[in-house]
């Protein structure tokens, strides 16, 4: 299995701070990552695939770069509607993994 | 809009079989994998499997002995049956449609989720 593991596991941000979040990869995966944002009670949401394209109606704010085995999640400008968790995941490997997941409180 | 709509029964006693079907409208099941997926604080998120129209199938090496995927084309549908259930197994599920092209391979939309508790 790859792993995949989120730092930080969690982080309390102030409406327009610019917040990073990391994803490593076990193994190489190329750019075969993608992040989703997810509020509680809800499904995951699409933000970003293959490292760095934004997926539609995502705002701009949110950014995704990297390659190989080192990601990374970027809110230019947290709003308020950003709370949540938010998980990467590799599709290298046909058999996909989950990050364990960093919840970003407001 | 592709939406899909999930159901299935959310109390089951151990050694049941979790059964669940996913209904995609506003695309035709052919050209993509359909996938289910389960949330637990145990272990996250992890992926089950996925099936194409076709039936061909992948899935979870840990899971594989235990799930069977289905599709239905008629209906536009897709299920999962999960055998032998243990408290292991209690987790939100969710169906999602697989975009594999290229370089893309993702998950989205998904379904809203099904709470399925295993307990006696």
């Known amino acids: 299995d790859i792993q995949m593991t989120q730092s930080p596991s969690s982080l309390s941000a102030s409406v327009g701070d610019r917040v990073t979040i990391t994803c490593r990869a076990s193994?190489?995966?190329?750019?075969?990552l993608n992040w989703y944002h997810q509020r509680p009670g809800r499904a995951p949401k699409l933000l970003i695939s293959?490292?760095?394209t934004l997926r539609d109606r995502v705002p701009s704010r949110f950014s995704g770069s990297g390659g190989g085995t080192d990601f990374t999640l970027t809110i230019s400008s947290l709003q308020p509607e950003d709370f949540g968790t938010y998980y990467c995941?590799?599709?290298?490997?046909?058999?996909?993994?989950f990050g364990q997941g960093t919840k970003v409180e407001i | 809009q592709v939406q899909l709509q999930q159901w299935g029964a959310g109390l089951l006693k151990p050694s049941e079989t979790v059964s669940l079907t996913c209904a995609v409208s506003?695309?035709?099941?052919?050209?993509?994998?359909w996938s289910w997926l389960r949330q637990s604080p145990a272990k996250g998120l992890e992926w089950i499997g996925d099936i194409n129209h076709d039936g061909r199938t992948n899935y979870n090496p840990s899971l594989k002995s235990r799930v069977t995927l289905s599709v239905d084309t008629s209906k536009n549908e897709f299920s999962l049956t999960l055998n032998s259930a243990t408290a292991a197994d209690t987790a939100v599920y969710f169906c999602a449609r697989r975009k594999w092209f290229g370089v893309d391979d993702f998950f989205d939309p998904w379904g809203q989720g099904t709470l399925v508790t295993v307990s006696s």
């Open positions: 995941q590799q599709s290298y490997d046909t058999f996909h993994t």
């Open positions: 506003g695309e035709s099941l052919r050209g993509h994998y």
């Open positions: 193994q190489i995966i190329s750019t075969f």
């Open positions: 293959a490292a760095s």
